[in-house]
Antibody, heavy 116, light 107 residues
């Protein structure tokens, strides 16, 4: 049974930093591309970033490029998103997702609120 | 960037009826790499269809996808009470991978 559990969300001031984590189980994590997708309150879905199984390939949406960093630790079956220079418009539920083209399985998400 | 437009914001139907949801792309979607997701309140999205017409694992056959190029359709043949939700299309043919704004299917 695949499982993705996000953590690390919370309230942060504009300009601050936050690190999200995602614990994966039930599938071969190291073989899987992984993505972060976000959803602002009451809004639609926005792709944020993805990383290949070996960490060789990464890609970012223009809206977060240079501020967010995706990484993974295959020994710990964990995915991360380091978010720096946070802005109000980064407020959203952040989902950890298996895959990068076909988004097969989604975690339940963690809420990030950027507000003073 | 490919913009996906789901022209119907809200679709009001009844259980047992047929639902047809549309998704139009601003340019051709490479290899028809188009997916559909269902999202219920307070839940994460769930993959329904990928490759425009392939059902994901465990998805009932009342859900079907069709289309190519710039015009795609999700059809729910006979609506069940649990099908009332928000539906998103997504293209993964070219980066950045983009989503439509969603169609709410309500009773």
């Amino acid at each position: 049974q695949e499982q993705l559990v996000e953590s690390g969300g919370g309230l942060v001031k504009p300009g601050g930093s936050l690190r999200l984590s995602c614990a994966a189980s039930g599938f071969i994590f190291s073989d899987s591309y992984m993505s972060w997708i976000r959803q602002a309150p009451g809004k639609g879905l926005e792709w944020v970033s993805y990383i290949s199984g070996s960490s060789r390939y990464t890609n970012y949406a223009d809206s977060v490029k240079g501020r967010f960093t995706i990484s993974r630790d295959n020994a710990r079956n964990s995915l991360y998103l380091q978010m720096d220079s946070l802005r109000a418009e980064d407020t959203a539920v952040y989902y950890c997702v298996r895959g990068h083209t076909i988004l097969t399985y989604w975690g339940q998400g963690t809420l990030v609120t950027v507000s003073s | 960037e490919i913009v996906l437009t789901q022209s119907t914001g809200t679709l009001s139907l009844s259980p047992g009826e047929r639902a047809t949801l549309s998704c139009r792309a601003s340019q051709s979607v490479s290899n028809n790499y188009l997916a559909w997701f269902q999202q219920k309140p307070g839940q994460a999205p769930r993959l329904l269809i990928y490759g425009a017409s392939s059902r994901a694992t465990g998805i009932p056959d009342r859900f079907s996808g069709s289309g190519s190029g710039t015009d795609f359709t999700l059809t729910v043949s006979r609506l069940e009470p649990e099908d009332f939700a928000v539906y998103y299309c997504q293209q993964y043919g070219s980066s950045p991978y983009t989503f439509g704004q969603g169609t709410k299917l309500e009773v």
